[in-house]
């Protein structure tokens, strides 16, 4: 686009100085007999008013083709030696947005006083003193805006992305037991920054909408008993539309402890995204860790839940505690068409067959049961651990969480579930 721009510019240059350039042998310029205001001005003087457009766009000021074409027809009509006449045409045919009307008047006043400089004979300069010999910064939106702003002006904090677009392609797909210390901590952040969305779902509770199922009957006998006649427009009903709850539950046992804070910084991103979303912990026993992560300081929250939970990084009895949740929680928390995300690496040092038993009872309450596993993600991994080989018949979806890529997949799979459970 640029060097369409550039290319348009020379062109005009050669149309208008094409008098000038033809060779003196060849032809001769005729004299200007031409009674309108433009044949006062020199042809170099008419040359430098094409920079005007040129400054212009250069400061970020959108001007097409037809607008330039527009001012050089209209330098026709007007004294181009005239500052006023100038200013005013450039300002109606160049200028599209009130907005940006005090930059068009700062870049003009620029243009004019080099056009103005240009014209004085040139001599031999003084030396120039070290503090006037600065190199100017170019005259752009985001300088005029720095320009704009006064000292007493309230400072903006910015927040430091220490973690650069190269460095977020390389953690992209690293995973997370190949990190270094300081390549976690950028992940921690990304995971932070994360926004999550749930698949929708269609409540009973209906709503008055432009467009629905039925009629709104109620809508329509207020508005007889108020106005004596029935709407024009019919009201329509038709069921409300809500995110579905989310409910976590993640391992927080030995084997696990690698990844188990991100797992919290997981938590926490969804919980501070979505409406409805409850969390819980299990290793040796179920802990609530909801209100914690609600906390909007993220390193208190997470400090907070890890003190919330007594039994980490300790054994591991998945049957036991989902026993606890189905029989003390699941009736709060799963109904409405819940979705439930279980994090653990499927080692199980319990009853196994209480591990089926509470799988199969925890599918049969929500609407999709997902497991994340961080050793899916390796290739040679086959689920041949008694637990998770006894909990695998009744998950709906089997994902990694190992890279931050899987986290992200696992964001538009939560955004694309299915209203109904296939199978």
Known sequence: MIDSWNCFDNILDLLLLSPILVDSREATIPSVTSTSPRSTASEPLLANLLLL????RQAGLTISLDQTLSFVRALDWIDITQRQQVFHTARA???????TLRLFELIFLQFWRLNREGERPQGRKAPVAPR???KREPFTIATYMAFKARQQDPEIEVKDRAVTFSTQEILQHKKFSEMKPEELAGVRRLIQDMRWQASLR??????TASRGETLDLRHALRQLAKTGC???RPAWRRRKIKPRPIVLLADISGSMEQVSRLVLLFFYSISHSLPEVECFTFGTRLARI???LKIRNVDRAVDAASHEVVDWAGGTRIGETLRTFNRQWSRRVLRRGAVVLIVS????RGDVSQLRAEMRSLNHRCHRLIWLNPLLGNAAYQPRAEGMA???PFIDDFLPVHTLHSFEQLSQHLRSLPSRRSG
Not at 345 to 348: Q, T, V
């Open 53 to 56: 457009p040129r400054m212009l």
């Open 93 to 99: 045919l160049l200028v599209t947005r009130a907005e």
């Open 132 to 134: 006037h010999d600065s």
């Open 202 to 207: 269609r409540t009973h509770r209906r709503i």
């Open 230 to 232: 029935l709407p024009p």
């Open 290 to 292: 909801t209100p914690q």
């Open 345 to 348: 690496d499927g080692w199980e």
């Open 390 to 392: 006894a909990a695998l």
